[in-house]
């Protein structure tokens, strides 16, 4: 079954500090797709990566970067030199190509950050 | 990327009514759209998914027959929510996907609150 995890609930961090939002997931396919989103309050979904299960590399974007690893089955999440515009819900999120390519969410991580 | 739009943003109805919400793709064709809810504070859930031309498939636990999903067409899918109850209450996303492609685009969302 597929199943995406975050265990953290809520995090808090003062600005400028670096944070990382832990993700795992489990899925019987060899082929999916992991993403994360972020949330802020107007409610809107804002896109910010997609990773196929073949490409393992590691991304940065800017003060974004994801560690995808296949052994552990974790897409964690960091922010570098986090800011205040950074507070949001993020989710990660798992679909299956087999599966009608549906994409399943974890329960989200609210974050806070503090100026 | 593509561009998916949500109407109404919010509706607020009385209870007992009926509520339509309607999911457009505007630059591509949806072959697929999916329906998910969020209640306060949690994570999106799939409701269903439907293919154009075809019945939704509904997720375990969800309603069929208040919650109806019409997806009559390649760039348009409706939700009706009847005889709504203040429990329906939510915040309802849809997303599309093009033939062919992994990739869905998700709406603003509709806020929907019952009286």
């Known amino acids: 079954a597929q199943k995406v995890t975050q265990a953290q609930t809520e995090i808090s961090v003062v600005e400028k500090e670096d944070v990382t939002l832990d993700c795992v997931y489990e899925?019987?396919?060899?082929?999916?797709?992991l993403f994360w989103y972020k949330q802020p309050p107007s409610g809107e979904l804002v896109f910010l990566i997609r990773?196929?299960?073949?490409?393992?590399q590691n991304e940065i974007s800017g003060r974004y970067s994801w560690n995808f690893q296949k052994s552990t089955s974790s897409f964690n999440f960091t922010i570098t030199a986090s800011q205040v515009v950074d507070s949001a819900v993020y989710f990660c999120a798992l679909s299956d190509v087999d599966r009608d390519d549906k994409i399943i969410f974890g329960k989200g991580t609210r974050l806070h950050i503090l100026p | 990327g593509a561009v998916v739009s949500q109407h109404p943003s919010w509706v607020i109805c009385k209870s007992g009514t009926s509520v339509k919400i309607e999911c457009r793709s505007l630059d591509f064709q949806a072959t697929t759209m999916f329906w998910y809810r969020q209640f306060p504070k949690q994570s999106l859930m799939l409701m269903a998914t439907s293919n154009e031309g075809s019945k939704a498939t509904y997720e375990q636990g969800v309603e069929k027959d208040k919650f109806l999903i019409n997806h009559a067409s390649l760039t348009l899918s409706t939700l009706t929510v009847t005889s709504a109850h203040p429990e329906d209450s939510s915040f309802y996303i849809c997303?599309?996907?093009?033939?062919?492609?992994?990739?869905?685009?998700f709406g603003q969302g509709t806020r929907l609150t019952v009286v």
């Open positions: 899925t019987r396919d060899t082929t999916y797709y």
């Open positions: 997303s599309a996907r093009q033939w062919g492609d992994t990739e869905a685009f």
């Open positions: 990773r196929n299960s073949f490409d393992e």
